[in-house]
Structure formats: C-alpha cells, structure tokens
C-alpha cells in the first residue's frame, strides 16, 4: 500500500484553532485517533455555522456523515492546540466531501489528513435534498 501524499497548508482555504483537552491523550501520550475525527466534525460545522449556512436547532436541510477517513503522520499531544485547514474536495448535488488536514501550529506538512462526506437531507424526512444555491455559491469558495 502507497502512502498517501501528504498536503501542504495551500490546499486548505479555512482555518480553525482548536484546543487539545487532557482527555484527548491516550495511554500512550499523544492524541488518540478518534479525536481527529471529532475535530473534523468540529471544523466543518463551525464554518457551515460561521458561513450563516447551518442552524443546528431549526436549519434545514442537515448534513450527515456518510463517509470518514484519516491518515496519520506524526503524532500530537496535550498541552497544546492544533490547526485545522478544510476544503471542499467534491461538490455534488445533495452531498459535499470535504478534505481536511491537521496541523501543529506553523508546521508545513499536516500531522493527519482526511476527509468527510456529507448528504444534505430534509430534517423532517431525512430524505437527501438538492443543495440550496447559497450553500453551493459559499461552499464554492472553499473549492
């Protein structure tokens, strides 16, 4: 199995900061890998939120995880924080795949890389819906 290329900070188009929490650690001191996916959740919504996009009490539609994946590269621990960059990898009709990597501060090349589909579906049917122009125009600027 190849690894996998690793992608610099140019390939990311927003940031977030996040802080790492003693219970992100694991036994074996660094952070355990179920947190970075946590922190792919926390990324996208926070930019779906702060784009105006998603209302997580009365928005619709709403995104749900279809698909997830992570690489890893180098390991992180508490005390600190991490750099999370996100870009939209795949823009369909009702689902969005967005490429995110995780960065120690000012590091170049990312300490784990992913990706994370949503679909877009209806809240009350959870029935996949076509994206809202609005969404599209803003999820375009992170292509």
């Known amino acids: 199995m ?25 036994v074996y001191g ?18 779906l939120i702060e784009a105006g996009l998603l209302d997580i009490v009365a928005g619709d539609p709403i995104g749900l995880v279809v698909a ?4 890893y590269f180098a390991p992180l621990a508490f005390p600190g924080e991490v750099e999370v960059g996100i870009a939209v990898e795949t823009l369909g009709q009702s689902s969005v795949t967005y490429r995110i990597g995780i960065f120690a501060p000012g590091a170049a090349e990312p300490a784990a890389q992913g990706h994370f589909t949503h679909v877009y579906v209806d809240r009350a049917g959870r029935k996949p819906v076509a994206l809202p122009e609005e969404w599209r125009f803003k999820l375009q600027t992170l292509a």
């Not at 997830?68 to 690489?71: E, L, N, Q, S």
């Open 2 to 26: 190849a690894a996998p290329n690793r992608l610099g900070r140019c390939c990311y188009r927003a940031w977030c900061s996040i802080t790492l929490r003693w219970s992100d650690n694991d």
């Open 30 to 47: 660094h952070v355990n890998n179920a947190v970075h996916y946590r922190w792919f959740d926390d990324a996208v919504n926070r930019w």
């Open 68 to 71: 997830t994946a992570c690489d």
